[in-house]
Every structure is written in C-alpha cells, then in structure tokens.
C-alpha cells in the first residue's frame, strides 16, 4: 500500500515568500504529525493532529507557522514570510488508532529560504 | 520536559563489525515509550524498534538487539555483524504517555558509516 507521501519535496523560496507543504498520510490513520529537521540534527515536533482537530501546536516556532488538516486526511502547513531560519527539512508523520503505534514517516520536504 | 542524548554523532566501522549506538533520555513521567529510528541517505525515517517503560526485557530481532536499563536511563542499540546497506543516522527517540498523541522527541542522531 501507498505510504505517506508530501510534496514539493524541495523548494526554495525567497526570503519573504509564503510556502505550503502538503502531506498525504497513510489512509485511515487517524493521528497526523509535523516535525521540523534542522541540518545534522534530529526531528524536532512541530504540531499534531487527530482527524481535524489540532490538539498540540506547542511546537510551532512562531505565528508565521500555520498547519490544517480541515477533513481529517491531507494536512497543509503552509509558512508565511519565510525566513533563512525556516531553511530545514520538513517532515510528515502519520499513524493509526492504536495508542503508541509505530508513526510512518513521508520523504520530507526540504524547503531553502535564500 | 524530555529529553534524549546521543553522544556519539558519528561511528565508523569496517563490515561484519558489531555497532553499539548509545543513547540516554530524561523523563519525569513514569510511563514512557523509547524508540530507534533509521534514516538513510533518502531521508525518510524507517522505525526500527520500540519499548514501552514497564519491560526491561532485552531482545534480539535479526541483526538489531537492545539494551534498556531504567536504572541508568539509557536505551542502546547494537547491530551485529554490520553491512553497508546499514550506512544511515540513526535517531533514538522518547515517547511520553501523558503527551498529546505520540510525539517523539529525538536525539541529535548517530551517523554509522560502514566500509566494505
């Protein structure tokens, strides 16, 4: 079966330009993730979703960072004013139901502000 | 708040070596989830193994065996008899019971290079 899949998987913006990563998640899993990847370091939780409902976006760096997901599938986390900072690889994380599941990882997106 | 260390960011071995990757956490919650991570060269991150609090029991599956010790916090990952397609940064990650879904926090990463 077809994985979690996003895309552009590169982009690169101009410093000021809004940008929108869309994440395809594994059909039917409920739980939907975002998770920021900085260069030579580890994932770094951005927000989460369960179905529609974003129930956790302490992660967010600031208000310029903005993630739906408005029918419980496809999710958009869309950045406005991009940054050089913002420069990272994006990832998306889907998992199902059950309580502590494996979560599936998409390819990231790697955005470059320049 | 949590948190996970990896020490060692990069690990060089020749094939058929044995890897021991090290990684130790910090949680206040009592009921927690540890995790390793492989992300090759394509970037996307494979699960490899997961372990709740409550089972200190260590196991071997195929070439990847664990450690899990709560009396020194620490969760380490060895895989025997190494091959290159083994080449990749491996992530050790912490899952806590009271957060919202499952959110992982993980560890800078260990980079494994492995020559033939």
Do not use: M
Not at chain 1, 45 to 71: I, V
Not at chain 2, 25 to 36: G, K, P
Not at chain 2, 67 to 87: G, L, P
Request: glycine share 8%; proline share 4%; charged share 20%.
């Amino acid at each position: 079966g077809a994985g979690v899949s996003q895309s552009p998987r590169y982009k690169v913006a101009k410093r000021g330009q809004d940008v929108a990563l869309r994440c395809d998640p594994i059909s039917g899993h409920v739980s939907l993730f975002w998770y920021q990847q900085a260069l030579g370091q580890g994932p770094e939780f951005l927000t989460y979703f369960q179905n529609e409902a974003q129930l956790d976006k302490s992660g967010l760096p600031s208000d310029r960072f903005f993630a739906e997901r408005p029918e419980g599938s496809v999710s958009t986390l869309k950045i406005q004013r991009t940054q050089q900072e913002d420069s990272a690889v994006y990832l998306c994380a889907s998992s199902s139901r059950l309580a502590y599941n494996e979560q599936f990882f998409g390819p990231g997106t790697r955005l470059t502000v320049l | 708040a949590q948190k996970v260390t990896q020490a060692q960011t990069e690990i060089s071995v020749v094939e058929k070596e044995d890897v021991t990757l090290d990684c130790v956490y910090e949680t206040r919650d009592t009921t927690y989830y540890l995790f390793w991570y492989k992300q090759p060269p394509s970037g996307e991150l494979v699960f490899l193994i997961r372990r709740n609090s409550f089972d200190e029991q260590n196991e071997i599956s195929g070439r990847y065996s664990w450690n899990f010790q709560k009396s020194t916090s620490s969760f380490n990952f060895t895989i025997t008899a190494s091959q290159v397609v083994d080449s990749a940064v491996y992530f050790c990650a912490l899952s806590e019971a009271g957060a919202a879904g499952n959110k992982l926090t993980f560890g800078g990463g260990t980079r494994v290079l492995v020559k033939p």
